[in-house]
């Protein structure tokens, strides 16, 4: 066969051009309904049955169960969702990738739309270079279909001609007359294939290019159809290896389903192709299953002949190829319904077991012992796979949450540190708040690269905005923890210095230290709301404004104690640090608080 490496590239460009028009058509979408998807997700979850609607409604809308299932599990990670939502949510997810499979039956087969892709594209451009986020997305979401069938029309015209050369088919032959061993090594063959692609729906495709093509009869097609629902886990088993607990139970659970399903399905193959074949039959174009019989009576040439994009005249080979034609919608449509039958009865079965599922979950992964707060892992953003971008924000928001609240407890660490007269305990204290400045310089890096790479996918412009206050969120919260960093060292230089503070000092200091905490609190409580109001500022302005009265209270008062002989100057120069760094602290809290409020203004 004369099949180069060049045909090869061909083959690979064809299939890169369908999945990339299935990612910006996806992240067109995405970009369209961001925020909508994401009230959907956590409004549309309240019991089992309503969480599938909304797992078959974001796939059907997004065309991809991938992107669903780590965004799923993302929700989980970040405590959206609980594990019982999320494994509805995927079920539905499983149904709603079916979709994709009906538009190329419907679209890819029966009419040629790559024809139309080009004039598509040409409605794009303006909508593209649009100064509205909107426009840009659904021009993005247009471009994106357009791809999608160019890269199928490709797809189909470089693969090689087996069948003009069908000794280089025969290896495939030999495992189709197996029996019920060859429906498993074609299920592993479509599992295989799914992970390597990390895409069921551009699998899927190829599926329906093979069968139609002649190369596997309808079961083997189905087996493999099976095998694509078990490596479609894989993105999101990949997307929470680094994440929570609860996030490693909902992809785990992700991978259970569609094993089970795949089981009783097995059990039952023959029977339930059968069905399909005869639906599509007394009800559709044809038997699926004629195909193969169809081609084995055709010489290479003939097939060669129906098969081309030459103008036909001769009458008996236009019936051939309009045969071959039905009989290809027939495949295709018969795959599909396979495809939709199969992943409908899996819910319609095991939405029943959604407990079953969690406490098997559960048992598997089960949380280490560990403490929450010393640990430096991030507890929302997963260091591996990237959820899709708009959604991603969301993540990044329940981390500086934490991050947040990281600092209030390294200040709460500070608060014991001045009192505290066990050298042992000083120390073991001040260590304890010397690896919290680490792990706050360590997460400020993590949470930054994590936004930056966010900001490198397709976001609208609202959320590039946001992109840019959380940042200088991030880089205010790590000025805190650098601040009681420096309350630390002002206390041990303090201690080593051997001074001692009066009562009246202390009891200073513990004001000024109650009214920081104030601002932290409030500052926290902001940081976890989803939604803030301008006048929520006010609260934290005044609190600012106390304490920067306070400070320049204790300042002058300072210079008169000092002068009366009330303390040495040296114990005061350590108090005055301690006040002025609190002040500064201060000053910090507000900073994110303004950003995280005045961002609309």
């Not at 399903?261 to 299953?289: E, H, K, Q, R």
């Not at 949380?367 to 260091?383: A, G, R, T, W």
């Not at 204790?554 to 009366?564: I, Q, T």
Request: proline share 2%; net charge negative.
């Amino acid at each position: 066969m004369d099949y180069s490496f060049f045909d090869f590239l061909t083959l690979v460009g064809a299939l890169g051009m369908f999945l990339y028009g299935m990612k910006v058509m996806s992240e067109g979408l995405q970009k369209v309904a961001g925020d909508k998807l994401r009230s959907i997700l956590s409004v549309m979850t309240t019991n089992r049955f309503t969480g599938v609607l909304t797992g078959i409604l974001i796939t059907a809308l997004i065309q991809s169960s991938s992107a669903t299932t780590v965004m799923v599990v993302s929700f989980v990670n970040a405590g959206l969702l609980t594990l019982t939502q999320s494994i509805s949510v995927i079920m539905g997810a499983n149904v709603g990738t079916t979709v994709t499979a009906w538009i190329i039956s419907l679209f890819g087969f029966k009419v040629d739309i790559s024809v139309f892709s080009l004039p598509l594209i040409g409605i794009c451009i303006p909508l593209i270079f649009s100064g509205k986020s909107k426009r840009k997305s659904w021009g993005e979401f247009l471009m994106g279909f357009a791809f999608l069938f160019m890269g199928l029309s490709y797809l189909k015209s470089s693969v090689p001609d087996l069948q003009s050369n069908p000794e280089i088919l025969s290896f495939l032959q030999d495992y189709t007359s197996l029996g019920y061993p060859s429906l498993l090594i074609f299920l592993l063959l479509g599992t295989i294939l799914t992970v390597i692609v990390q895409s069921s729906s551009a699998t899927v495709a190829i599926t329906l290019i093979m069968c139609t093509q002649g190369w596997i009869p309808f079961e083997m097609a189905a087996a493999m159809v099976l095998g694509e629902n078990i490596g479609t886990t894989i993105t999101a088993n990949i997307a929470a290896i680094s994440a929570n607990v609860s996030a490693r139970r909902a992809a785990i659970a992700h991978l259970m389903f569609n094993v089970f399903g795949v089981c009783w399905v097995m059990a039952l193959f023959y029977p339930f192709t059968n069905m399909i074949s005869w639906i599509v039959t007394n009800y559709g174009p044809g038997d699926p299953n004629e195909m193969t019989q169809f081609l084995s009576t055709l010489d290479p040439k003939t097939i060669s002949l129906i098969t081309s994009s030459a103008q036909i005249t001769d009458p008996h080979l236009l019936a051939l190829q309009k045969q071959l034609m039905t009989l290809q919608v027939s495949v295709s449509y018969g795959l599909s319904l396979f495809h939709t039958v199969f992943n409908i009865t899996n819910v319609c079965i095991m939405i029943w077991f959604v407990k079953f599922y969690v406490y098997v979950c559960s048992a598997l992964i089960k949380p280490k012992n560990v403490s929450d707060e010393e640990e430096f892992q991030l507890k929302y953003i997963p260091s591996g796979m990237l959820s899709t971008s708009e959604l991603s924000l969301m993540q990044a928001k329940k981390e500086i949450a934490v991050f947040g609240e990281r600092t209030q407890r390294m200040f709460g660490m500070v608060k014991e540190l001045i009192y505290e007269k066990n050298e042992d305990n000083f120390l073991k204290i001040y260590s304890r708040i010397e690896k919290y400045e680490n792990i706050s310089d360590r997460m400020e890096i993590e949470i930054a690269n994590y936004l930056t790479f966010v900001a490198e996918g397709r976001l609208s412009s609202e959320g590039k905005e946001e992109i840019r206050v959380m940042l200088r969120t991030v880089t205010e919260i790590e000025s805190i923890a650098d601040s009681c960093n420096n309350l630390a060292r002002g206390i041990r230089r303090r201690n080593e210095g051997k001074s001692e503070f009066t009562d009246g000092q202390n009891h200073n200091i513990d004001q000024m230290f109650a009214l920081v905490e104030k601002a932290l609190t409030r500052m926290n409580q902001i940081l976890h709301m989803p939604e803030v109001e301008h006048d929520d500022i006010n609260q934290s302005y005044n609190i600012e404004n106390e304490i920067n009265n306070y400070r320049n209270q204790l300042k002058s008062h300072n210079m008169e104690d000092v002068n009366n002989k009330v303390y040495q100057y040296q114990d005061g120069v350590y108090y005055m640090d301690l006040i002025a760094e609190s002040e500064k602290l201060a000053d910090y809290i507000l900073n994110v608080v303004q950003a995280v409020i005045e961002k609309k203004i």
